[in-house]
């Protein structure tokens, strides 16, 4: 638990530092969520392993809370800075935006990914918060209800198809989870006996105007520019994670017509160490779909003949994606044998 706090924490830290003593401080950040974090992943020795069969972590829901509460006052913040609180210079701006956004994309969604799965309403709610925040609520839905079943098929629309760009890919992606998800939450709602409350894409909408409300209170337009654009950016980090970590592999249908069910071989893994802290271990995916509520320090992570890995750190991985030839040539060996099992 100390290794996850003190790598998905401490980005915040710097990112304040900048806030408040210069744009050093925030290019640190920047370089922390790169170089940083791709070189220290390159230290396989201290590879923590799966943790024990069994073990409980009280502390993870804890340090999950502490993430969230921290990225509902980071993002004002960021944005104050972004459109011109704090004195940065142009360039301090633009490496708070880049590093900031990388840090809503990869520490936010996973924190607020697992407290969606987490069976408090209270967890829920903050995940919810958190997703509604960076303007893409509804995940919350289309995750649960339309991801978990039908991942790896082209029912899923956060799926990538083998030889699909990313582009492509965020499009249909985005559009088709918000159509999907709507559609789960209305079924949900008529098998329902008296009635399910506030729809949830009622709080979704309400979340984000909310957060656009307060960027204009913040910094007028410029505010609701840079909040928007950080959304963007995140957004872009969640939707680069499914897009690697699904792509090319299926599900084969069976003799009655379903889907065979989700095995290890149907995501992507990372086994490097830092990203995976980073990252509350989003990295060990197939056994986050075989065991959805399990906690993120115990997730295990398959080995290499039982499910693909990635040949590099997951946020390399989306790095080589949003150059479509680039990683289409580079993953395809690795995706070859994965088609043919």
Not at 7 to 21: C, E, H, I
Not at 101 to 118: D, K, T, Y
């Amino acid at each position: 638990m100390v290794l996850f706090a003190l790598a998905s924490a401490s980005p915040l830290v710097l990112f304040a530092l900048g806030l408040w003593a210069g744009g050093g401080w925030a290019f640190a950040g920047l370089l922390y969520m790169t170089v940083l974090a791709a070189c220290l992943d390159q230290i396989s020795g201290l590879f923590p392993g799966d943790a024990p069969e069994g073990a409980e972590f009280p502390a993870a829901d804890g340090l999950l809370v502490g993430l969230a509460l921290g990225h509902l006052v980071a993002l004002p913040l960021v944005v104050w800075g972004m459109a011109g609180g704090g004195g940065l210079g142009l360039w301090g701006r633009v490496a708070l935006f880049l590093g900031a956004g990388l840090w809503f994309g990869q520490v936010s969604n996973p924190m607020a990914h697992e407290l969606i799965h987490r069976g408090s309403r209270g967890l829920y709610g903050l995940g919810v918060a958190v997703y509604a925040s960076l303007l893409f609520g509804h995940h919350a839905s289309a995750h649960r209800l339309v991801h978990h079943r039908h991942a790896a098929s082209a029912e899923d629309p956060n799926s990538a198809r083998a030889g699909e760009g990313f582009y492509r890919f965020f499009l249909r992606a985005w559009g088709g989870s918000f159509v999907k998800g709507w559609q789960e939450e209305n079924a949900l709602r008529a098998r329902a006996q008296g009635g399910r409350g506030l729809h949830p894409y009622a709080v979704y909408f309400g979340g984000a105007a909310a957060a656009l409300m307060v960027a204009f209170w913040i910094a007028g337009g410029w505010g609701v520019v840079a909040w928007g654009g950080l959304a963007l950016h995140a957004q872009m980090q969640l939707m680069l994670s499914d897009y690697v970590q699904h792509y090319g592999l299926t599900r084969a249908r069976r003799d009655d017509g379903r889907l065979e069910p989700v095995a290890a071989r149907h995501s992507w893994n990372a086994p490097h160490w830092f990203s995976s802290s980073l990252m509350l271990n989003a990295p060990r995916h197939s056994d986050h779909h075989a065991h959805p509520t399990r906690p993120y320090p115990a997730l295990r992570l398959p080995g290499p003949e039982e499910a693909p890995h990635l040949p590099w750190p997951l946020p390399v991985a989306c790095t080589l994606a949003l150059v479509p030839p680039l990683w289409k040539r580079a993953i395809r060996p690795h995706l070859a044998r994965w088609r043919l099992a």
